[in-house]
């Protein structure tokens, strides 16, 4: 019965990060709120390497709309500010010498719609995943079957698969509309 547990245990642990990659993947969707983590997938040029934004510099948040992005090295503005122009994320970057600031700007109904539609793209792929985790599982406990686990046994496995399954699409729906909420709340 313990190898049972083992597979539950690990359905449970990639269920678990799944999880995370879809509050992750919603967390760069922007809805009007300026978030550090919408700069996580720019890459800067430094000594010949692309290094991810947070580790050449520090970005935050002085107010709900601005995103101010401070270089460890000054010498780094140039191509920070480069950067954030090629990622394609939309925004205008203002150099100072000493700041880099982006001003987010407000969301049209339009783009707030468009938002929306992308999170329960994100959403559904994650329940795609969630249903793949579960087909590995229950074929998992099935081999076990083959392997002397009666077949009680195997039942009750796949029901507490179920079980946890469905736990986590509950879950990702409640992310889902949370995150509809923050997109259309203007």
Same mark, same amino acid.
Request: aromatic share 4%; glycine share 4%; proline share 4%.
């Given at each position: 019965?313990?190898?049972?547990?083992?597979?539950?245990?690990?359905?449970?642990?990639?269920?678990?990060?799944?999880?995370?990659?879809?509050?992750?993947?919603?967390?760069?969707?922007?809805? /009007? @709120?300026?978030?550090?983590?919408?700069?996580?997938?720019?890459?800067?040029?430094?000594?010949?390497?692309?290094?991810?934004?947070?580790?050449?510099?520090?970005?935050?948040?002085?107010?709900?709309?601005?995103?101010?992005?401070?270089?460890?090295? @000054?010498?780094?503005?140039?191509?920070?500010?480069?950067?954030?122009?090629?990622?394609?994320? /939309?925004?205008?970057?203002?150099?100072?010498?000493?700041?880099?600031?982006?001003?987010?700007?407000?969301?049209?109904?339009?783009?707030? @719609?468009?938002?929306?539609?992308?999170?329960?793209?994100?959403?559904?792929?994650? @329940?795609? /995943?969630?249903?793949?985790?579960?087909?590995?599982?229950?074929?998992?406990?099935?081999?076990?079957?083959?392997? /002397?686990?009666?077949?009680?046994?195997?039942?009750?496995?796949?029901?507490?698969?179920?079980?946890?399954?469905?736990?986590?699409?509950?879950?990702?729906?409640?992310?889902?509309?949370?995150?509809?909420?923050?997109?259309?709340?203007?």
């Amino acid at each position: 019965m313990s190898t049972l547990n083992e597979v539950i245990d690990q359905l449970t642990d990639q269920l678990e990060k799944n999880l995370q990659h879809t509050a992750t993947e919603f967390s760069r969707i922007r809805a /009007g @709120k300026a978030s550090p983590a919408m700069l996580e997938s720019v890459m800067v040029e430094y000594y010949g390497a692309l290094t991810p934004l947070s580790q050449v510099a520090n970005v935050n948040t002085p107010d709900s709309r601005t995103l101010a992005v401070q270089p460890w090295d @000054k010498s780094l503005i140039r191509p920070i500010e480069t950067a954030i122009i090629n990622s394609n994320l /939309g925004f205008a970057p203002m150099n100072d010498g000493e700041f880099i600031r982006i001003s987010i700007p407000p969301v049209t109904e339009e783009r707030r @719609k468009e938002l929306v539609k992308r999170a329960k793209a994100e959403s559904e792929n994650s @329940k795609i /995943g969630i249903r793949n985790l579960r087909k590995d599982a229950n074929e998992r406990i099935k081999k076990l079957e083959k392997d /002397g686990l009666s077949e009680d046994d195997a039942k009750v496995g796949e029901d507490r698969v179920q079980k946890v399954v469905d736990s986590y699409i509950k879950k990702t729906e409640d992310l889902l509309e949370n995150k509809e909420k923050e997109i259309m709340t203007v």
